[in-house]
């Protein structure tokens, strides 16, 4: 069989690799802490899953308009307006399945052959596949830990040629934790402007972030920017509904027309009553999030204490999402019980078989020197997990 070129141009993800072997360990009773998943431990709230228990009830179990509800949008435009003073017409927001699906739906849209992608590094994995998958090139923009992960001006100036077309932001970043502060975001806006990219805003962990800061919307910064900006949103992260597929995509009319229009021919509208779910989530405002960070902020300092405190290791305290990007390069190259670990995926096996808690490598996601782990667990499971992994560190020559 002649599969088309871009299927054979991405492999499927390493992270479900270690996720898969987690679950096949615990389907045979091995006790498995999962410092791997990217989701909430909370539940959805009971207002969203009322509004779908409603949705079922009343039956709006039908086609919605393929952009989504107008009752959505209309949320989605006063939940931007309140927290960022971005100002969008309805025609202006998609409703996707998922921020990953809005993300999509650009990369479908925006992305051809010879258009280069800018995506700083460390990056969330689907990035570079979804540019892949669309014949563009993604272009790696190295930052570093010992600058807080920052995008350097010169640096992005460096990697810049004619043919670039967008650069991706994510602030709070997947996998670094790491939030760009009002003087990176302006470079990064300056540097766009002056040579005509689009911002790709992923705002995914926008509700969660620590030590009362709070986090700055890129479009927010001038009319100019907001004019090429995509807002990249969803209900995920924010309010537990990982399961419910809800993204939404903000930004330029002709840009957006373009991505509800591939949507139209492919997916069509999100689920009607995920939708409704999502409407409940969005009015109630941040006191679901904001206790949810509260828990989040008590497991972070005790993962980070305790990872810093682990020979070998060392790590930043994250400004937002939920996950600790140990640095592990001086654990690298020890030896254990099936040979020398040289490479966070060995590292990361070598974790997962003998101290039984499941985490990320740091390959995928652009590093050679780092494990993500994700504290969105619980609070017991961190000081389990942690002291576990302490053990087994030890253990190596
Ligand atoms: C940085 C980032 N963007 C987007 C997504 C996709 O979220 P959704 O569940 O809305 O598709 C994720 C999910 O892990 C993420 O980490």
Known sequence: MKLAARAGRIVPSPTLAITAQAKALAAQGVDVIDFASGEPDFDTPDHAKAAAEAAIRTGFTKYTPSSGTD??????????????????????????CGAKHSLYNLAEAFYEAGDEIIIPTPYWVSYSDQVLLNDATPVFLPTFEEEGY????ARLESVITPRSKAIIVNSPCNPTGAMYDRATLEVIADVALRHNLLIVSDEIYEKICYDGITQTSIASLSPEV????VV????????AMTGWRIGYAAGPK????????IQSQSTSNATSISQKAAVAAINAGDEFPSRMVKEFDRRRRLMVQRLNQMPG??????????????????????RGPQGLLTTPADLATYLLTDARIAVIPGEPFGSSAHLRLSYATGYEAVATGMDRMEAALRKLS
């Open 71 to 96: 009752e959505l949008r209309h949320a989605i435009a006063k939940k931007l307006e309140a927290d960022h003073g971005l100002r969008y017409d309805k025609s202006q927001i998609l409703v996707s």
């Open 150 to 153: 920052a995008i350097a001006r």
């Open 226 to 229: 907001f004019a090429r900006t």
């Open 232 to 239: 990249i949103n969803g209900v995920s992260k924010a309010y």
């Open 254 to 261: 002709e840009l957006l027309t373009a991505m509800a229009n």
């Open 313 to 334: 290791v060392h790590c930043r305290l994250p400004q937002g999402a939920f996950y600790a990007f140990p640095n592990v390069s001086g654990v690298l190259h020890r």
